[in-house]
């Protein structure tokens, strides 16, 4: 899936465009422990955390994962900003809490409504 159309389904913002061109979005995952980011990251990766910690982008460069979102509104760091830049990362802010944007997530990839049948 685009990255652009996941933007849009968790009213997320791009503070970091990341790679040109269009970022396909393989996987999610979500963790707050920088130890099961760095075991699940991998290409196509989009990782949803509350860290906001320039190690993130590290990782995210390492395992040549396309983009961060960042639950809460938190504010990332400028040096994760800039570590992003240099590694093509794109960075998202999601205003929505972790369990909502996961579900947003969800809902968006899976096209279904838990609890509906």
Same mark, same amino acid.
Request: net charge negative.
């Given at each position: 899936?685009?990255?652009?159309?996941?933007?849009?389904? @968790?009213?997320?913002? @791009?503070?970091?465009?990341?790679?040109?061109?269009?970022? /396909?979005?393989? *996987? $999610?995952?979500?963790? %707050?422990?920088?130890?099961?980011?760095?075991?699940?990251?991998?290409?196509?990766?989009?990782?949803? &955390?509350?860290?906001?910690? &320039?190690?993130?982008?590290?990782?995210? /460069?390492?395992? %040549?994962?396309?983009?961060?979102?960042?639950? %809460?509104?938190? +504010?990332?760091?400028? +040096?994760?900003?800039?570590?992003?830049?240099?590694?093509?990362?794109? $960075?998202?802010?999601?205003? !929505? +809490?972790?369990?909502?944007?996961?579900?947003?997530? !969800? *809902? *968006?990839?899976?096209? $279904?409504?838990?609890?509906?049948?």
């Amino acid at each position: 899936m685009k990255l652009e159309e996941l933007v849009k389904a @968790i009213d997320a913002r @791009i503070l970091q465009p990341g790679r040109r061109g269009i970022t /396909e979005i393989t *996987r $999610v995952f979500a963790g %707050d422990k920088m130890s099961a980011l760095l075991q699940q990251a991998g290409p196509g990766t989009l990782l949803v &955390t509350s860290l906001a910690a &320039t190690q993130l982008a590290c990782v995210a /460069e390492l395992m %040549d994962c396309p983009a961060i979102c960042l639950v %809460d509104g938190s +504010d990332p760091e400028p +040096d994760l900003l800039e570590a992003a830049a240099r590694g093509e990362t794109a $960075v998202l802010i999601c205003p !929505h +809490d972790m369990f909502e944007t996961c579900g947003r997530l !969800h *809902r *968006r990839i899976y096209g $279904v409504n838990p609890g509906r049948t």
